[in-house]
T-cell receptor, first 114, second 109 residues
């Protein structure tokens, strides 16, 4: 059974804290993504990676950074958490082929910044 | 800009049929996806369309018209477990997925 695992389901952090969200996939996928999901908005891409040590900015990278030291792990870092980063964060992975290759999602991390 | 439009919420009756529409304006087109997301859970893949026409998968079907920038997801013989949000996403010319806000489907007995 394919799996994308995010380290936490729920997190509460204080404003200004550095926050690490971890994502691990066991499907040997090259592509990994971090999204945030807010009510009334679609999934918004924060960062993505097509290979180890490679990263690309998505649509809303400000306030975030990422790390991909190993193929299976893609970490999202909030350098200094702010209340407007309270959201559901979803990690996804997919194989490199195009066509009908689907993205597989982790269960999500609901982050609250107080 | 790029845009995906879906109704915010729909209500249907158990056993009935419901059609969820999705219209899109994107820079290029390399396929359209439908995902299902139950409350508090991860989105899961339902269907993929890249050519015009209807793709059928059991109780679920998805239709695409590229010239109209339009797709729909058709759910037949609705069950209570179909209560979920349904997300439409288009892969653009850069092979990035552009997501709609999702349609919350409420099934009533």
């Amino acid at each position: 059974d394919v799996k994308v695992t995010q380290s936490s389901r729920y997190l509460v952090k204080r404003t200004g804290e550095k926050v690490f969200l971890e994502c691990v996939q066991d499907m040997d996928h090259e592509n990994m993504f971090w999204y945030r999901q807010d009510p009334g908005l679609g999934l918004r891409l924060i960062y993505f990676s097509y290979d180890v040590k490679m990263k690309e900015k998505g649509d809303i990278p400000e306030g975030y950074s990422v790390s991909r030291e190993k193929k299976e792990r893609f970490s999202l870092i909030l350098e200094s958490a702010s209340t407007n980063q309270t959201s559901m964060y979803l990690c996804a992975s997919s194989p490199p082929e195009q066509g009908d290759t689907e993205a597989f999602f982790g269960q999500g991390t609901r982050l609250t910044v107080v | 800009g790029q845009n995906i439009d879906q109704p915010t919420e729909m209500t249907a009756t158990e056993g009935a049929i419901v059609q969820i529409n999705c219209t899109y304006q994107t820079s290029g087109f390399n396929g359209l996806f439908w995902y299902q997301q139950h409350a508090g859970e991860a989105p899961t893949f339902l269907s993929y369309n890249v050519l015009d026409g209807l793709e059928e998968k059991g109780r679920f079907s998805s239709f695409l018209s590229r010239s109209k920038g339009y797709s729909y997801l058709l759910l037949k013989e609705l069950q209570m477990k179909d209560s979920a949000s349904y997300l439409c996403a288009v892969r653009d010319s850069n092979y990035q997925l552009i997501w709609g806000a999702g349609t919350k489907l409420i099934i009533k007995p």
